[in-house]
C-alpha cells in the first residue's frame, strides 16, 4: 500500500502563484510515475502533470509555461509549482502515484483563484 498526503493549497488571486507538496510513504519501492490531476466542480477529473522517477516531465497544454512538476527522491515527495493561476485553476489538486500499474490517490487539496 501506497499512501499519499497533499499540502500547499489554498485561496490566491488572480496572477499569484502556490506551491504543492505530495509526500508517499507505506510501500514506496518502485513507484514510477507521480502526477498532478485536478477536479473542479461539476467536472471530471483531469490531467495536470506527470512526472517519471528519472525525471521526464509531461504537462497539460492547459498549464504549460505557468505550472512545473517536479520530484524529490529523496524525500519521496513531488511538487507542483503554479504560477500566473487563473480562476479557471480553481479545483481540488489530487496527487496521484503508479507502482507496477496500481494506481494510489491522495485525498486532494483545494486551490482556489480568485479574480
Known amino acids: 500500500q501506497v499512501q499519499l498526503v497533499e499540502s500547499g493549497g489554498g485561496l490566491v488571486q488572480a496572477g499569484g502563484s502556490l506551491r504543492l507538496s505530495c509526500t508517499a510513504s507505506g510501500s514506496i519501492f518502485s513507484i514510477n510515475v507521480m502526477g498532478w490531476y485536478r477536479q473542479a466542480p461539476g467536472k471530471q477529473r483531469e490531467f495536470v502533470a506527470i512526472?517519471?522517477?528519472?525525471?521526464?516531465?509531461s504537462h497539460a497544454d492547459s498549464v504549460k509555461g505557468r505550472f512545473t512538476i517536479s520530484r524529490d527522491n529523496a524525500k519521496n515527495t513531488v511538487y507542483l509549482q503554479m504560477n500566473s493561476l487563473k480562476p479557471e485553476d480553481t479545483a481540488v489538486y489530487h496527487c496521484?502515484?503508479?507502482?507496477?500499474?496500481?494506481?494510489?490517490w491522495g485525498q486532494g487539496t483545494q486551490v482556489t483563484v480568485s479574480s
Open positions: 512526472i517519471s522517477s528519472g525525471g521526464i516531465t
Open positions: 496521484n502515484a503508479n507502482k507496477g500499474g496500481l494506481l494510489y
